[in-house]
């Protein structure tokens, strides 16, 4: 996919309103998603994906950060990304050990602005994984930072196959469908 280099989120005030920004293309949309895992070395990554659109529809994917350690230094990264980012919400999925993650995040999210939201996710992952880029990838509509790009998000799209067992893919799931 293609890549967006470096850009950072530009944040200006206009009429009192705050205006985000990559380059000179305006963002509308900003989606923030937590698929929570246990953060252990070799174990399934514990991905907060950051996704921004624009007015057009194009989708810009801006973080796929993972996260390591107990639940707590992992919320407390997220709120880093948050105060980065001004992030004004977290999707944060609720399978398995992601039902208490919610709590721990409102908390170190307390005084940011960035509500949380709960999210139980359903279905075939490989469907959800499918219904989150394969349009926007055969539509041309999807970009990635250079952060995205060089990581392990890019390896895990360029070697995913639908219907494979067992093979990382943490970092795809994006967007909670």
Request: charge should be negative; hydrophobic fraction near 40%.
């Amino acid at each position: 996919f293609p890549v967006t280099i470096g850009s950072e989120i530009d944040y200006t005030e206009r009429n009192g309103s705050l205006v985000a920004a990559l380059g000179n293309t305006r963002i509308s949309y900003v989606r923030a998603y937590w698929d929570v895992a246990q953060g252990k070395i070799d174990g399934d990554a514990s991905v907060l994906s950051v996704v921004l659109q624009d007015d057009a529809g194009h989708l810009y994917w801006h973080e796929a950060a993972g996260l390591v350690g107990g639940i707590e230094e992992q919320c407390a990264e997220i709120r880093r990304i948050v105060d980065r980012l001004h992030l004004p919400n977290v999707t944060v999925e609720t399978n398995g050990v992601g039902a208490f993650a919610p709590a721990f995040l409102r908390k170190a999210l307390a005084g940011s602005g960035c509500s949380v939201t709960e999210h139980k996710a359903t279905g075939n992952k490989d469907e959800r994984i499918l219904s989150a880029f394969e349009t926007p990838l055969s539509g041309g509509i999807l970009w990635a930072h250079a952060r995205v790009a060089e990581g392990p998000a890019f390896l895990q799209m360029r070697d995913w196959i639908p219907g494979v067992k067992n093979q990382p893919d943490n970092y795809l799931i994006v967007t909670g469908k």
